[in-house]
């Protein structure tokens, strides 16, 4: 088994033209308690034209470039990651203000400085917390903090919810088999509250589900596979703590098989073991849909096992 540390990543976001000092000292506490930056880079503005700040590695692009450029970062945060709005006074600014949607649409969790003085936008009731403050909470659970809808604004973010959560969800996952062994591969992971889940992950926009399949097999394990027999689609089971109302997720499970055993899990996973699946269905604490796709795993290799003893008769 492998035990590799769990990341959280944030993006920082501001005016850097006018907050830039009050940034850094963000960056600062949030890499002491181990949240990993990954974005801004640490280097210092060059620049500022127009209002607009231009660092050392990007003073040749279009504002327009940059600023695409800086919230592609977003996709690296993963579902532990964070936005993190340094807002002085209430104060966000016009490009803080395009990031903070950009932020919403893409689920991302959004925490701020200070309470949104010149911005409209729907925030919930656990969302303002001073930098050292969030990153001492992330440092001592582990996570970020949770959302928490105040009383009188439950209709306000039933509201947010139909417009911000997407309706539907696409995931594949792997049942990644050992080619010597027959055994498959489970790993550990806080995404499931820390029980035993399958390889996957979710479809990225104009991705194949093949290409998901692989991809997320090679990120998660480090292991190059090859697709094997389809194994199940079924919408998510209720009663897992992924479970979202009004959300509709949906599994892609298929065979992986690989001919190396050694993992290499990223950020994702705590843990990993190689176990036969009628073991591993016995013994690890498994999350109910992997649980689901890997009784169906069972069924349909009886079936072929089945199917190729009958040829073998005739």
């Known amino acids: 088994m492998g035990n590799p540390p769990t990341t959280i990543r944030c993006v920082l976001h501001g005016s850097f033209n006018k907050h830039f000092d009050i940034i850094q000292e963000a960056h600062e506490a949030f890499l002491k308690a181990g949240i990993e930056v990954v974005a801004p880079s640490a280097t210092q503005i060059t620049a500022v034209k127009n209002g607009f700040a231009y660092f050392t590695e990007n003073g040749h692009l279009d ?3 940059i600023e695409l450029v800086y919230l592609g970062q977003l996709k690296r945060l993963g579902d532990q990651g964070f936005s993190y709005f340094v807002n002085p006074s209430g104060y966000m600014g016009r490009s803080a203000s395009y990031e903070l949607g950009i932020a919403q649409i893409t689920n991302t969790r959004c925490f701020f400085s200070d309470p949104l003085i010149d911005h409209p936008a729907y925030v919930h009731g656990n969302a303002v917390w001073k930098p050292d403050a969030l990153a001492e909470y992330v440092k001592w659970y582990g996570k970020v903090p949770a959302p928490r809808v105040r009383g009188n604004e439950r209709l306000l973010h039933k509201m947010w919810e139909s417009l911000m959560v997407p309706g539907s969800i696409v995931a594949a996952g792997a049942i990644v088999e050992h080619v010597g062994t027959n055994e498959v591969l489970l790993v550990r992971t806080h995404k499931w509250g820390g029980r035993y889940s399958i390889v996957g ?3 990225r926009r104009n991705e194949r589900l093949s290409e998901t399949l692989l991809r997320e097999v090679e990120e998660e394990t480090g292991l190059v596979g090859a697709i094997g027999h389809h194994i199940a689609t079924f919408d998510q089971i209720a009663d897992t703590r992924y479970y979202r109302p009004g959300v509709q997720h949906i599994f892609v499970d298929n065979v ?15 843990e990993f073991v190689w176990l036969p699946s009628s073991e591993a269905l016995k013994e690890l604490d498994l999350e109910p849909n992997a649980r689901h796709t890997l009784e169906t795993y069972n069924k349909l290799k009886s079936q072929l096992a089945k199917a190729e003893g009958l040829d073998q008769r005739r």
């Open 63 to 65: 504002p327009r470039a």
């Open 201 to 203: 992950g979710r479809v």
């Open 256 to 270: 992986v098989t690989v001919e190396e055993r050694r993992v290499r899990l990223n950020e994702e996973a705590e």
